[in-house]
Every structure is written in structure tokens, then in C-alpha cells.
């Protein structure tokens, strides 16, 4: 997984990678847009990063902070180009219009209504470019009772399911502390794109993308839907335990530390229990099916518990390792930077970053193994590539001084 950044101003692709030439708008914030943007970019997609001139992506001042640079912006805005453009301003407009002309794709996440509010809806846009593919995404959708309120991904692990079957079965329902419905969604229009682009061999024509927040989190939330349909099953918290398998559970180690045990497979849950000494399970007429296992949680809790609690994580993992049974350490970032799984993969990579120097973070998402992925550099400053990317789409000085002068840029 190549991680050598380049500069910016003299290398706005990376040669041989497979989203070469293809050239993104992302007018998104805040995070699930940009985050598809950033997954393009990653393979070597040309992303220019519009900002307004007065309100940057809020991302930039999200979490902690070195020197006044925010470093969750040094992640999400990698690979992209950063320029200023007040699209609510008629020079703005114009500017936008100039560059959907040579761009393949937009991603956006307004409002339903604010691009057709400044004349830059997709009649206009596929006017100025039909091969254009405008990316749409929103916490609800384009249309439907919801679609013009506010929202962010912590409504959507709410409104899924997802918070309703996390937690313990006598405590709250539990939010994620991180982006989770943003990043799934990111994901998920990173392939929406990719979707629309090869439609876009076969027709020649470019289309509109509307992703729902709401809509790729209830996806990976499994058959909810389908068993309430079918049995009017409602899924419950069941905490760390599962209810299609035991034992499954986080278990603490005699050191004060925790590990992970699953047993989706029958073979291995039968090998969990022949290493902590409890054979005679394997015999019971309920530990031949997974939920009928879980039924008896309890039982097997204990059993697999009491045997990680007598040992120190390192010999609990070892022996699970030789028993070719599935655990794993739960982990926090600080042993993740120093995981030799994680090494050997070299997810996590070192980028050089002007602002910062060297900073790391987490590499690409996949590896190819003909056309790599590359992190050609850290989040740019704001606007920092205004005036280079305007002049390559041909505004002379001038043109660029009159859009200063109307706060444009």
C-alpha cells in the first residue's frame, strides 16, 4: 500500500492508479460526503475540495488539534485540493458551472432545495454537463415526509435500529462515539458513484445519486426487517453477547485485560470449550445449534470466563491461537498502532505533511495488487489551491481579483 505524498501543486493524479482522470467536485461537509470523496481520491481520483470563503467544512475543527490545525481534517480532506467558492454569489455560480463542466462527478450534501435555490440543480448542471454524475447526500433522502429537516448520522443509528439492539438489556439504548451511520454512508456512496460511473460506459449519460444516511446503516444491520416480516421478531439488546451463537462475549483476563471470544462456527465453538476444560458441554443436546447455545449463555459464560480470568491475556491468546479457536484482544488506539496484524498490512502509514510533518494515519482501504491506492498528501489549508485550480479552468487575474471583490472566493 503506497503511502509517498506528493505536492499538490505539481501532481494533482497519481499515474497507473484506477480512478485516474477522473476528476471529483466535493461541495460536502460534515462527514459522509467527504468521506467518499477521500475513498476516491485514495485511488486516484483528481478531488477539488469547494469551501465556503467564510465557513470552512466544520470538519476541520472537529476533535483535538495540533498548532491550531485540526487532524481530523489532515485524514478526511487527504488527496483533495482545496478551493473557496460562495456558490450563493452569481460569480460563484458561474465558476461552479465552469468546473461541473469538466468534472465527472459532484458530491453534496445541502439540503433538498439549496442547489436549486442558487439555479444549480441538476437541470442546470447536466445542462452545462450530461455526463456529469450528481451525488446527493442527505440524512433522509430527497423527497418524503423528512426530507427537509436537519439531520446528522447519530439520527440515523437511532431511526435504523442499530441504537434500539446495542447496549445492555437493563440500560439505555447505546449511540456509537464515532461516525458510524456517517462512515457506513460514506462507503456506500463511495460505491453508489463507482455504480453511476460504469452506467455511464454503456449510456454515455450522466445521472443523480440520492443517498439516504438512514438507508445504508438499516443495510448492515442484517434481516431486521425480513424476520419481522416473516415472524414478528423484534431483536432486543442482548449487550456483548449474540443471539445466534455462545459463547460470544468480551471476557477479562487475570492482568486486567479484556479479549474477545466468538464461536459463529460450530467446529470452533466446540474447540472453545474443549480449551477451557468443560468437554461435557459438547454433549449437551443444546450446544449443537447456535441459538440454542445462546439460550444457555449463561452456562457457557461462565465456563469460558472463569478459565480467561485464572490466565494473563498473552498466554489466554496464545492458547487460543494453537487451539484454532477465535479470540482476540479488545484493543484501544494506542495497542492498535503497535498491532503486528496491523504492521504487516501497513494500515496505519506515515504521510509528510508541510503543516505538521510527519503524521500517521490509516492507509487506504484496500489493497490492489496491479493499480495501488496512494496517499499523496495530508488535508491542504483552506483555499489553499484556490488560484491554481481557477487558473487552470482559465480565470485570468482579473476574473480572479472581480471574484474577491464580490466575496466570491
Not at 460569480?91 to 442558487?118: H, M, S, Y
Not at 503486528?340 to 510527519?358: C, F, K, S
Not at 499523496?376 to 487552470?392: K, M, S
Amino acid at each position: 500500500m503506497n503511502a509517498t505524498p506528493t505536492t499538490p501543486d505539481t501532481d494533482t493524479g497519481t499515474c497507473g492508479t484506477p480512478l485516474d482522470g477522473l476528476r471529483v467536485l466535493d461541495l460536502a461537509t460534515l462527514f459522509a460526503g467527504p468521506m467518499a470523496a477521500t475513498l476516491l481520491g485514495d485511488f486516484g481520483a483528481e478531488v477539488i475540495k469547494v469551501e465556503h470563503p467564510g465557513r470552512p467544512d466544520p470538519s476541520r475543527g472537529h476533535g483535538p488539534a495540533k498548532d491550531g490545525v485540526g487532524l481530523w481534517w489532515k485524514v478526511l480532506g487527504r488527496n483533495k485540493r482545496a478551493i473557496t467558492l460562495d456558490l450563493s454569489k452569481r460569480g460563484g455560480r458561474a465558476t461552479l458551472l465552469r468546473l461541473a463542466a469538466t468534472a465527472d462527478v459532484i458530491v453534496e450534501n445541502f439540503r433538498p432545495g439549496t442547489l436549486e435555490k442558487w439555479d444549480l440543480g441538476w437541470e442546470v448542471l447536466s445542462a452545462a454537463n450530461p455526463r456529469l454524475v450528481l451525488t446527493r447526500v442527505t440524512a433522509f433522502g430527497q423527497f418524503g415526509p423528512y426530507a427537509h429537516r436537519p439531520g446528522f448520522g447519530t439520527l440515523a443509528e437511532a431511526m435504523s435500529g442499530f441504537a434500539a439492539v446495542t447496549g445492555e438489556p437493563d440500560a439505555p439504548p447505546t449511540l456509537p462515539p464515532f461516525g458510524l451511520a456517517d462512515s457506513v454512508a460514506g462507503l456506500a456512496t463511495a460505491y453508489a458513484v463507482l455504480t453511476a460511473l460504469a452506467a455511464r460506459e454503456r449510456t454515455g449519460e450522466g445521472q443523480v445519486v440520492d443517498m439516504a444516511i438512514i438507508e445504508p446503516i438499516l443495510a448492515v444491520l442484517g434481516p431486521q426487517p425480513t424476520w419481522y416480516d416473516q415472524l414478528g421478531y423484534v431483536q432486543e439488546r442482548t449487550g456483548n453477547r449474540s443471539a445466534n451463537n455462545a459463547p460470544r462475549n468480551t471476557y477479562r483476563t487475570a492482568d486486567g485485560h479484556w479479549v474477545a471470544v466468538s464461536t459463529s462456527a460450530q467446529s470452533v465453538a466446540e474447540r472453545v470449550l474443549r480449551l477451557v476444560g468443560r468437554p461435557e458441554l459438547i454433549d449437551e443436546p443444546w450446544f449443537a445449534t447456535g441459538a440454542e447455545r445462546a439460550a444457555h449463555a449463561g452456562v457457557l459464560d461462565e465456563a469460558v470466563g472463569a478459565w480467561i480470568s485464572a490466565r494473563p491475556r498473552t498466554e489466554v491468546l496464545t492458547a487460543f491461537e494453537k487451539a484454532e479457536a477465535a479470540a482476540a484482544p479488545v484493543q484501544d488506539v494506542r495497542e492498535v498502532m503497535t498491532d503486528p496484524q496491523y504492521q504487516a498490512l501497513h494500515t496505519v502509514t506515515t504521510v509528510d505533511d508541510p503543516e505538521l510533518g510527519p503524521l500517521r494515519m490509516q492507509n487506504v482501504l484496500f489493497r490492489l495488487s496491479s493499480t495501488p491506492g496512494t496517499i499523496r498528501w495530508a488535508g491542504r489549508p483552506h483555499g489553499a489551491d484556490t488560484d491554481a485550480v481557477l487558473g487552470e479552468l482559465g480565470l485570468t487575474p482579473a476574473e480572479l481579483r472581480a471574484l474577491r471583490e464580490e466575496g466570491a472566493l
